[in-house]
């Protein structure tokens, strides 16, 4: 196992780690709302949405894209 394996292990286990409490908010709204009586169909429209964006934050996160990307480190704010 070479290097590269073992950042990419890490970066899965950080994504995971990071998205997890965004997906427990969006679970955790979900059975609040299915709790006060509003009809379970609501439950298969809002669970998509909580589940896409919390994968695309995910792969975002593990690949990098999350980073700043413009490899300027010492930019000013265009003073």
């Avoid at 950042?7 to 969006?26: E, N, S």
């Avoid at 059975?31 to 009586?37: E, H, K, N, S």
Wanted: negative net charge.
């Amino acid at each position: 196992m070479d290097d590269t394996d073992g950042g990419f292990q890490k970066g899965r286990k950080a994504a995971t780690f990071l998205i997890l409490p965004f997906v427990a908010l969006g679970i955790g709204n979900l059975i609040l709302i299915l709790q006060w009586g509003i009809d379970p169909l609501w439950g298969f429209v809002l669970l998509p949405p909580i589940l896409f964006i919390s994968a695309i934050g995910w792969i975002a996160i593990r690949g990098g894209f999350a980073e700043d990307r413009t490899g300027d480190s010492d930019y000013n704010g265009g003073v």
